[in-house]
């Protein structure tokens, strides 16, 4: 098993990226819970924990992308 260091996404407009409705991340390192993105509001994103189940507010640069496979 390898680990893998995520760099957080990158959510600005002008740069092409960021955090998307229907989305699958991470809240810091790759690990624990995932979260699907629910909704944003400018900087902030309202996320699900897909086990429990619970919801929260976040800032989106705590966003990191989770891979499935």
């Not at 957080?8 to 991340?25: H, M, S």
């Not at 979260?35 to 897909?50: I, N, Q």
Request: a neutral charge.
């Amino acid at each position: 098993m390898s680990l893998r260091l995520l760099k957080p996404l990158d959510c600005l407009p002008a740069a092409g990226g960021g955090v998307v409705p229907g989305q699958t991340v991470y809240l810091g390192a790759n690990t624990g819970p995932t979260y699907r993105v629910v909704a944003l509001d400018g900087e902030k994103a309202w996320v699900r924990d897909e086990q429990k189940g619970a919801e929260h507010i976040v800032n989106i640069w705590r966003c990191y992308p989770a891979f499935v496979d």
